[in-house]
Nanobody, 125 residues
């Protein structure tokens, strides 16, 4: 199975930085993509940043230039460096991972998505 464990959240003042970590503690399967989502109270969960197994990254517009996703998806471990934090960055940050596989060589690919429990990031003004 895939068991995602996040760490690194906390309380920080506006303008500060944090580094979040996510590791798949089971490391049973190869993953195709890992990423970070966040959910603020009353809001829907939104994508923050993603990184593929070949190292390609994608960022949501509100975090471009301030957040950096890194790590090695092939080693089932990623990080999120978050800088220049703003109060509106306050949310629970979730790690996510995709596993893409086929049951047979002729079968269509199947993609499973896994989620961590989340880590709280609170930014004070």
């Amino acid at each position: 199975q895939v068991q995602l464990v996040e760490s690194g959240g906390g309380l920080v003042q506006a303008g500060g930085s944090l580094r979040l970590s996510c590791v798949d503690s089971e490391r049973t399967f190869s993953l195709s993509l890992m990423g970070w989502y966040r959910q603020a109270p009353g809001n829907q969960r939104e994508m923050v940043a993603e990184i593929t197994a070949d190292g390609s990254t994608t960022y949501a517009d509100p975090v471009k230039g301030r957040f950096t996703v890194s790590g090695d998806v092939k080693k089932n471990t990623i990080y999120l460096q978050i800088s220049s934090l703003k109060p509106e960055d306050t949310a629970v940050y979730y790690c996510t991972a995709n596993r893409r596989f086929r049951l047979c060589s002729q079968c269509s690919p199947i993609e499973n998505t896994y989620w961590g429990q989340g880590t709280q990031v609170t930014v004070s003004s």
